[in-house]
């Protein structure tokens, strides 16, 4: 679970108006990967999506992002300390579980990413995390 700037961008240059594609060899750290480049090795325009949202759920908690927990577990302790800042954060961990949702359709593109990042606008409610295992 150490990323690195190569686990971005890392399977293939898509053809003109080609969104998804299908690589021989799954490459990359494991964690920061969608789930499905990590089981069926396609890559899409919102792969980068899913990785960095992953790391951004972990610069904002401290920790890595492998098990279920609600927002405000997320935060690290030295955040919830100075509470001026506490609704960003909270922006920020919502729309990176939108970008880490497990089907590609749901999650936003790296434009709308941008947008969200630099609004104040409503957010869409995100489902179920790619990371996440399901509960037996």
């Known amino acids: 679970m150490n990323p690195k700037i190569s686990d971005f961008g890392l ?3 898509f053809i003109e108006n080609e969104n998804e594609a299908n690589t021989n060899r799954v490459v990359g750290t494991y964690g920061y990967m969608p789930p499905e480049y990590a089981v069926d090795g396609l890559f899409s325009v ?29 935060i690290e302790r030295e955040i919830i300390q100075d509470p001026c800042y506490i609704q960003e954060v909270l922006r920020s961990i919502h729309i990176a579980l939108l ?3 497990q089907s590609p359709d749901d999650r936003p593109n790296m434009s ?9 606008g409503e957010l869409p409610m995100p489902t179920q995390p790619g990371f996440l295992q399901k509960e037996i």
């Not at 960095?52 to 609600?70: A, D, H, K, P, Y």
């Not at 709308?112 to 104040?120: D, P």
Request: glycine share 4%; hydrophobic share 45%.
């Open 112 to 120: 709308s990413l941008v947008l969200m990042i630099g609004s104040e």
């Open 11 to 13: 399977a293939r240059s």
């Open 46 to 74: 919102k792969s980068d999506v899913f990785s960095f949202s992953v790391l951004v759920l972990e610069i904002v908690s401290g920790m890595e992002i492998t098990s279920r927990s609600r927002s405000i577990e997320l």
């Open 99 to 101: 970008c880490v949702q």
